[in-house]
């Protein structure tokens, strides 16, 4: 599995870490349209089976793409 380390500048989150770190095992990111569709489920269902449901989201610019493991502390 690729290892990719991931600057995150969003510190109210419950995996961002000092110097603006994400300390998650993994992240989902998907477009914005898709995480407004998959809203109940961003919160109530497993990585794996989150990523199988919602598909792909393709996006045509960055703003229109977040991280959906945000978790406020
Ligand atoms: S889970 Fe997302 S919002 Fe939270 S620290 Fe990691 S990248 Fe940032």
Known sequence: ?????VRCTVDNCY???EG???NAD??????TDAAA???DSLQNQAMSALVNQIGE?????SVE?????FRPR
Request: proline share 7%.
């Open 65 to 69: 793409t977040a991280c959906q493991t």
């Open 57 to 61: 989201t393709p996006a045509h610019h």
């Open 26 to 31: 993994s992240i989902l990111i998907t477009s």
């Open 37 to 39: 569709k998959h809203s």
């Open 1 to 5: 599995m690729p290892q990719v380390q």
């Open 15 to 17: 995996y961002w870490a």
């Open 20 to 22: 603006n770190y994400c």
